[in-house]
């Protein structure tokens, strides 16, 4: 038992997490995800607004770190009605209500005055866009008539590539990926999530979406990358804020962001390829 306890020890300190929180809160939201898509996805959509919600506002407390105010309810309030928008008006009417919260915003920053505008209406923006405008792309997938299986096509290859980019890095990982930005980050754990993504991703191409294979591995291929850049992205974020994690909400996950930063660049990425294959598939 003890050697069992060394072993989870020592797994937790090269990874930085928690492995048995990790997995539970995982297998928690997994759960969730799939049954309200399955059954009301409406639901599904109140659970990921809520989840870009609480990002947002981790966001919000982070930027503060580094004297960039953003408000909160101002932002909540837009990003709701992106959301909302894209929800019920798909593609219009996300990219109308983007542009009308981007006008919003910078009118919001005008009456606060020149002092500090550029750095307080960039990061409204960057908040403005990340999460909310990239999380759109998670309600164009979900509103669709095959919304079920283009959301567990998304989580799998999200799920495979963060599972086995994690269990590789942490077993195998000996040259770092961006040393400056992730340390933790190995190219092993990179190349590990992309073979697996790769094979998941095939798989449920061809038994979900009934689509090509070998699509569905382009796919993965992309989407890994995007994964990557996303978890970089937010890694930046931290290291520039000198933030560990964006907050402490999910036990071996750290914020909600630390969840969704990944996902919020694969979605889009994914829902370009489906609309493709749409039109010329």
């Known amino acids: 038992m003890s050697d069992l306890h060394s072993i989870n020890e020592a797994i937790n300190r090269r990874a930085g ?6 997995i539970l809160v995982g297998i928690g939201l997994l759960a969730i995800i799939f049954s309200t898509m399955a059954y009301i996805p409406f639901l599904f959509a109140i659970f990921v607004l809520i989840a870009v919600l609480l990002a947002l506002r981790e966001i919000s407390i982070a930027f ?23 929800w019920f008006a798909g ?14 915003v910078l009118f919001l920053a005008l009456l606060k005055g020149t002092s500090g ?45 963060d599972t086995f980019a994690y269990l590789t890095g942490v077993l195998i ?7 400056k930005i992730s340390p933790k980050k190995s190219w092993e754990g990179f190349v ?23 699509i569905g591995a382009i796919a993965a291929i992309c989407g ?14 931290k290291r520039d804020l000198a933030l ?32 493709l294959l749409k039109r010329f598939g």
Not at 65 to 74: A, D, T
Not at 91 to 104: D, E, R, T
Request: hydrophobic residues 55%.
């Open 173 to 179: 990982g000996k040259h770092p990926l961006a040393p």
């Open 224 to 237: 890994v990358v995007a994964a990557t850049i996303g978890d970089l992205v937010e890694s930046a974020i």
């Open 244 to 275: 560990k994690d964006m907050g402490k909400l999910l036990p071996g996950h750290g914020g909600m962001l630390d969840r969704l930063d990944s996902v919020l660049f694969v979605a889009p990425i994914l829902w370009c390829i489906i609309e």
């Open 91 to 104: 593609l219009p009417g996300l990219s109308v209500s983007i542009v009308l919260s981007v006008i919003a």
């Open 17 to 22: 997490r928690s492995l048995i929180s990790s």
């Open 117 to 161: 505008f550029i750095a307080n209406a960039t990061g409204a923006i960057f908040a403005l866009i990340y999460p909310g405008f990239l999380a759109g792309f998670i309600f164009l997938l979900a509103r669709s008539g095959d919304g079920f299986e283009f959301i567990a096509t998304l989580v799998i290859l999200v799920g495979c590539n």
């Open 64 to 86: 503060k770190e580094r004297s960039i105010n953003i408000s909160f309810p101002q932002h909540a309030l837009l990003t709701i009605g992106v959301i909302g928008s894209t």
């Open 192 to 214: 590990g999530g992309l073979i697996f993504a790769a094979i998941g991703t095939a798989l449920a191409f061809h038994y979900l979406l009934d689509k090509d294979p070998i």
